[in-house]
């Protein structure tokens, strides 16, 4: 089965460091999104790219957080500097053009401390 | 802007039929999910419904559509201990393919 990697798995990190997690979308995906899962906000939508270009970002805190997509085969999340209120997890997920549901990575925890 | 609400939680026995309900307030819904995630993992898709549908089978799970009412259900029968998870309703409108999620109802089975 096809599947979207996401790496690392799990990170640790002081406040302030910064962090980049990477995604890898199912080959031949052209949308790539990337979602941030808390207990309290549920999952809120922070970027979506379609060809690689960014479409909607209005969900993320623009002066720390920035979101690209190198090529096709690489979507990275950044966070730069990090803080406690980060800590969360982040999933990318990726679908074809205009395609009918989508396929979730596994997710990146992520601990501020 | 869209909204999905679901209730938070669920508890059903071992056997009986699960149903999970889910109300969304954009009108312009195209398609409909039912999305999986069960603890440390990420979301799996169960199963879909475009809008102009009002039910669809699949194996044990049955998704009704009242568009009118804007009300979604997910029913899953003969409920086994596997089932135990967070079940998220989400839709998407064809101008805009973002996932709006629910808040997601988790589901307990019952011995």
């Known amino acids: 089965d096809a599947r979207v990697t996401q790496t690392p798995r799990h990170k640790v990190t002081e406040m302030g460091q910064e962090v980049t997690m990477r995604c890898q979308p199912i080959l031949g995906h052209n949308t790539v999104f990337w979602y941030r899962q808390t207990m309290m906000q549920g999952l809120e939508l922070l970027a979506y790219?379609?060809?690689?270009?960014?479409?909607?970002d209005s969900g993320m805190p623009k002066d720390r957080f920035s979101a690209e997509m190198p090529d096709a085969t690489l979507a990275t999340l950044k966070i730069q500097p990090s803080e406690p209120r980060d800590s969360a997890v982040y999933f990318c997920a990726s679908g074809p053009d205009r395609g009918v549901g989508y396929t979730f990575g596994s997710g990146t925890r992520l601990t501020v401390v | 802007g869209e909204d999905v609400e679901q209730s938070l939680f669920l508890s059903v026995r071992e056997g009986d039929s699960s149903v999970i309900n889910c109300t969304y307030t954009d009108s312009s819904s195209t398609y409909l999910y039912w999305y999986k995630q069960e603890p440390g993992a990420g979301l799996q898709l169960l199963t879909y419904?475009?809008?102009?549908?009002d039910m669809k089978q699949d194996q044990r799970l049955t998704v009704l559509l009242n568009k009118k009412d804007k009300h979604l259900s997910l029913r899953i029968a003969d409920t086994q201990t596997g089932d135990s998870a967070i079940y998220f309703c989400a839709e998407t409108n064809f101008g805009n393919e973002k996932l709006t999620f629910g808040t997601g109802t988790r589901l307990t089975i019952i011995p």
């Open positions: 790219f379609r060809n690689r270009a960014p479409l909607d």
């Open positions: 419904i475009f809008s102009n549908m």
